[in-house]
């Protein structure tokens, strides 16, 4: 019990600002992806998905189970479920049919908590989906559990010659 409350003050101490202090550094590697100036890969032109995105939805289906993955242009895998984990598993009767799809995608079960706990809540998707077909039922819960399929347009600095200068999204006009 004494080491926790150790590790508590550490805590509280680390993260009190100095007197004085006029500026504060953010260091999360996303912060600049959530403020929509962070650089985006375009690949080449030729490819036919592209690869301009920050965050993108990959949905692996095999013959028994479903995995869901939310990949970084540049540090790979970030989120992942998938009906092969036991906690999973345990609930469901088959770990590829429509409800494995659909629980996969439930906020109450996996992929859109592990998403909404780690502040992602806009990714690019791919998937081409049949009309009420399993893919179409995952991703109509995931956008009803408050998941954004489109990420923002990247904001491009203003150019002097530029007729209008689009509002940046930190930047508040009361």
């Given at each position: 019990m004494a080491s926790s409350r150790k590790v508590f003050h550490k805590i509280q101490e680390l993260n009190k600002c100095a007197e004085g202090v006029?500026?504060?550094v953010n260091r999360?590697?996303?912060?600049?992806?959530?403020?929509?100036?962070a650089y985006k890969t375009d690949g080449y032109?030729?490819?036919k998905p592209?690869?301009?995105?920050?965050?993108?939805?990959e949905l692996t289906a095999s013959n028994k189970y479903v995995s869901a993955k939310l990949n970084h242009f540049q540090n790979g895998t970030v989120v992942?479920?998938?009906?092969?984990?036991?906690a999973i598993k345990q609930h469901l009767f088959k770990g590829n049919d429509t409800a494995a799809y659909v629980n996969l995608a439930k906020v109450g079960l996996i992929f859109a908590t592990r998403c909404?706990?780690?502040?992602l809540t806009e990714m690019r998707c791919d998937?081409?989906?049949?009309?009420?077909?399993?893919?179409?039922?995952f991703l109509e819960t995931l956008t009803s559990c408050g998941?954004?399929?489109?990420?923002?347009?990247?904001l491009k600095p203003a150019r002097p010659w530029d007729m209008e200068r689009p509002e940046k999204p930190w930047e508040v006009t009361e």
């Amino acid at each position: 019990m004494a080491s926790s409350r150790k590790v508590f003050h550490k805590i509280q101490e680390l993260n009190k600002c100095a007197e004085g202090v006029k500026h504060l550094v953010n260091r999360n590697p996303r912060n600049l992806e959530r403020l929509r100036v962070a650089y985006k890969t375009d690949g080449y032109h030729l490819e036919k998905p592209g690869r301009s995105y920050w965050h993108k939805l990959e949905l692996t289906a095999s013959n028994k189970y479903v995995s869901a993955k939310l990949n970084h242009f540049q540090n790979g895998t970030v989120v992942e479920s998938s009906t092969s984990e036991w906690a999973i598993k345990q609930h469901l009767f088959k770990g590829n049919d429509t409800a494995a799809y659909v629980n996969l995608a439930k906020v109450g079960l996996i992929f859109a908590t592990r998403c909404m706990e780690a502040g992602l809540t806009e990714m690019r998707c791919d998937l081409q989906p049949k009309p009420n077909g399993k893919v179409d039922k995952f991703l109509e819960t995931l956008t009803s559990c408050g998941i954004k399929l489109e990420e923002p347009e990247r904001l491009k600095p203003a150019r002097p010659w530029d007729m209008e200068r689009p509002e940046k999204p930190w930047e508040v006009t009361e």
